[in-house]
């Protein structure tokens, strides 16, 4: 129902846009997220934005870096990245919730598949 696109091989520096597409679902009735996974590691959240924009909120790790936005119109989510760290390897995962605020991922009931970011020092 959500799919996350756009990630890759970047050098570290660089930049990626990540997407979430919908199929079957109006995203403006929800808040959408942002997560990740590293190997290894437990699924972190990275970002969220409020049904119509107007509100975000980050992970204090990637703030200056990252910027989620959305396209209702477009039925899309974006996740902007700059200045990738070899630290930001992980499959990214978009996911909807209900209640704005929400950084744990128990509380976001709509998940899609994942893409992969590796990042190369």
């Known amino acids: 129902q959500l799919q996350a696109s756009g990630g890759g091989l970047v050098r570290a520096g660089g930049s990626l846009r990540l997407s979430c597409a919908a199929s079957?679902?109006?995203?403006?009735?929800?808040?959408m997220g942002w997560f990740r996974q590293a190997p290894g590691k437990e699924r972190e959240f990275v970002a969220a934005i409020s049904r119509f924009g107007g509100s975000t909120d980050y992970a204090e790790s990637v703030k200056d870096r990252f910027t989620i936005s959305r396209d209702n119109a477009k039925n899309l989510v974006y996740l902007q990245i700059h200045n990738l760290k070899p630290e930001d390897t992980a499959v990214y995962y978009c996911?909807?919730?209900?209640?704005?605020?929400?950084?744990?991922?128990?509380?976001?009931?709509?998940w899609g598949r994942g893409t992969l970011v590796t990042v190369s020092s």
């Open positions: 079957g679902r109006t995203l403006s009735s929800y808040v």
């Open positions: 996911a909807a919730t209900e209640d704005y605020g929400s950084r744990r991922s128990k509380e976001y009931n709509v």
